[in-house]
C-alpha cells in the first residue's frame, strides 16, 4: 500500500524517498514503545507515592504495609523489565481501573 500526501487537494503519492524515510520515522516511533510505556508506569507511580507523601512526615507514624507498598512503587522499574511485563502492569479494566497488583496498598 502506497501513502500519500494531499497538495493542493490533489492525493499525491510518496516518492520512495518519502516511503523510506516514513519507514524510518514509524520504525523509530516502534521502538520506542516499551520507553512510552515506562515513562506512564513512572508517572502513575509517581501519582501513587504522592498519595500518602503526608504519611512519611515525621510526625506520623507509617504503618509496615505502606512502607512494603511504596517500596514496591519504587521497585517497578527494576522489578518489571520488558515491554510485556509494562503491558501487565498497565492493563485496565472495562472501567478503566488498573488492574495489576502492583498497584493496589
Known amino acids: 500500500m502506497s501513502r500519500h500526501k ?3 487537494g490533489i492525493k ?3 516518492t520512495p524517498a518519502e516511503e523510506a524515510e516514513r519507514d524510518a520515522q514509524d520504525q523509530a516511533w516502534n521502538d520506542k514503545s516499551a520507553e512510552r510505556k515506562l515513562n506512564r508506569i513512572k508517572k502513575i507511580r509517581l501519582e501513587k507515592l504522592e498519595e500518602t507523601d503526608y504519611m512519611a ?5 507509617m504503618a509496615e504495609d505502606v512502607k512494603t507498598w511504596r ?4 521497585d517497578i522499574p ?3 523489565t520488558t515491554e510485556a511485563e509494562y503491558d501487565e502492569v498497565l492493563a485496565r479494566d472495562a472501567n478503566g481501573n488498573l488492574t495489576h497488583s502492583v498497584w493496589s496498598k
Open 57 to 61: 512526615n515525621s510526625d506520623y507514624t
Open 71 to 74: 517500596q514496591t512503587m519504587r
Open 78 to 80: 527494576a522489578t518489571y
Open 12 to 14: 499525491i503519492n510518496f
Open 6 to 8: 494531499i497538495v493542493d
